[in-house]
């Protein structure tokens, strides 16, 4: 992560997503709706490509959960 978002912990990030009214999760599935992932994103990303979820990168995730933190 960048910005504000650098600073928080992973338990943290999980309670933004919460408060932005999303769920958090360590798998990538059908019922995921969005991935935030990095330039070296492995596995979950090359599965969330798969399944068609959208692949987000931490500078826009932060854009959307900003309003939130």
Do not use: W
Not at 9 to 34: D, P
């Amino acid at each position: 992560m960048s910005g504000a978002l650098e600073a928080l912990t992973r338990n943290q990030m999980n309670e933004l997503i919460e408060r932005a009214g999303g769920k958090s999760s360590s798998s990538v599935s059908k019922k995921t709706s969005l991935l935030v992932a990095g330039e070296n994103a492995g596995s979950k990303r090359a599965k969330a490509d798969t399944l068609g979820v959208r692949i987000v990168g931490p500078e826009e995730f932060a854009g959307l959960v900003g309003p939130f933190i």
